[in-house]
């Protein structure tokens, strides 16, 4: 039978005192090694699964942050490429412009017969070229016939258009334009008309060194040039459409017509625009080459491809997230079509002056439908990197957040620590205070 030992009241107070520093110690050295003053729910109930919950949504935040920066180089890819493709789109634009600049060989153009013979310049003692300009276009002599005179000493003549027509008009065609414009018989010389018709945007006219009338195109259309007189403007206009004076300055009534014969082009090539094409349309092929490298991790937003960024970690109605729907880029898309040496329907003739046009046209039309998608694209990536930005934020304060519900304040623990350890001294020196105390009985024997 094991006997109970009794203990004296200042020895029992005195170890319990010990246990208490001893277990307070324990708990403050948990803390400093831990780093935590709520280490299990059992510390603190409520900042525990606080700092739970708020440390599950920081690693869900954080988890989400590898999807938004695929979204961020998925949309950087594709602006990335919308860059080249603009630059591609650009060299195209010279190209063009290379092939515009090239002096065309065949400029529809036609010389009429001449206006001034040898004869005039022998009286005269002028140039053939300055007497076809100097001719005035009505009869000088008056009287209703249509009688051209010749020129004199004194007089450069005219071509005869009769006297009682006291309206000129010329019409010239190219293409889909027309110009048109009417002035006064009195007065009015070959030079007139030559300055008109340069005014007209749609030709020049010249006389040359033997007095003949030169009409030449601007670009690769026929022309319809018509000349023509009446009593009034609708009458005169009416002549020149169909060429009703045409032969009084050298040239023929059905060069008015342009679907009869109108003046046509020399159908000569230009080797230069020839070569021009492979150049332009090796351009064309890399924009769709392009535009299928433009993707990152097997999405393409050039190629029509939808890209969904999640910002939160919700579902349903409460989650938040961004769409972009990609768009198929390509060069028939942008409007830009093949170059040929020919008129083809669907194609760019690179020996055709309207079809440059129609080309420089495309391409900055093109151009601007790629400023669009770069701006859809960069308004998309804002959004993306505000987001990405916030959500890193976000994360460091719901981890801080945690961390002040049950973090540790090591230098206090620390402070902590060191004054139970004094308390531990001093209560080791209480017991052996009351073993002494006890002990005094002995001396008794």
Same mark, same amino acid.
């Given at each position: ?84 493709? =603009? ?7 010279? =190209?063009?412009?290379?092939? &515009? ?57 005219? %071509? ?19 110009? =048109? ?65 045409? =032969? ?29 094409? &492979? ?144 308390? &531990? ?7 052996? %205070? ?12």
């Amino acid at each position: 039978m094991i006997m109970a030992v009794t203990l004296s009241a200042g020895v029992r107070s005195a170890v319990s005192s010990l246990s208490s520093v001893q277990s307070q110690a324990t708990a403050i050295q948990n803390r400093l090694a831990t780093g935590k003053k709520v280490n299990s729910a059992i510390d603190n109930p409520v900042n525990y699964f606080t700092a739970a919950s708020l440390n599950e949504r920081s690693s869900q935040l954080t988890g989400l942050l590898d999807g938004i920066s695929n979204g961020i180089q998925t949309i950087q890819a594709a602006s990335k490429g919308i860059d080249a493709i =603009t630059k591609l789109v650009q060299s195209l634009q010279s =190209t063009v412009k290379q092939a &515009q600049a090239d002096a065309a060989q065949n400029r529809p153009t036609k010389a009429g017969t001449a206006l001034a013979t040898a004869t005039e310049a022998a009286v005269t003692s002028k140039s053939l070229k300055d007497i076809a300009l100097d001719k005035s276009i009505g009869d000088i002599t008056g009287g209703t016939a249509a009688t051209a005179d010749a020129a004199t000493a004194s007089s450069s003549g005219d %071509l005869g258009i009769a006297a009682a027509n006291t309206k000129l008009a010329i019409s010239i065609t190219a293409g889909s334009t027309t110009y =048109t414009k009417t002035f006064d018989t009195a007065n009015t010389t070959v030079r007139d008309v030559v300055n008109e018709i340069n005014k007209s945007g749609v030709a020049t006219a010249f006389v040359d060194e033997k007095g003949q009338l030169n009409v030449k195109g601007n670009g690769s259309e026929t022309v319809g040039f018509g000349f023509g007189s009446g009593t009034d403007d609708a009458t005169a206009l009416t002549s020149a459409a169909a060429g009703g004076d045409n =032969t009084a300055i050298g040239f023929a009534a059905a060069d008015a017509v342009v679907a009869t014969s109108g003046l046509t082009s020399s159908n000569v090539t230009s080797a230069v625009r020839s070569n021009l094409i &492979q150049q332009y349309n090796d351009l064309r092929d890399q924009i769709d080459q392009l535009a299928k490298d433009a993707g990152y991790n097997g999405v393409n937003l050039l190629q029509g491809d939808k890209a969904s960024i999640q910002f939160n970690e919700k579902t349903g109605s409460s989650q938040s997230k961004l769409d972009i729907q990609g768009t198929t880029l390509s060069a028939d898309n942008l409007g830009i079509s093949q170059a040929t040496n020919t008129q083809l329907a669907g194609f760019t003739n690179f020996q055709n002056d309207a079809d440059l046009d129609t080309a420089t046209k495309s391409l900055t039309g093109a151009l601007t439908s790629l400023k669009s998608i770069s701006s859809s694209l960069g308004a998309n990536l804002s959004v993306a990197q505000t987001r990405q930005d916030f959500t890193k934020d976000l994360t460091n304060v719901l981890t801080q957040g945690a961390d002040n519900l049950v973090a540790a304040d090591g230098n206090q623990e620390a402070a902590n620590l060191l004054a139970l350890q004094t308390r &531990q001294q001093l209560s080791q020196t209480a017991l052996s %205070l009351s073993n002494q105390s006890d002990q005094a009985i002995l001396r008794l024997f």
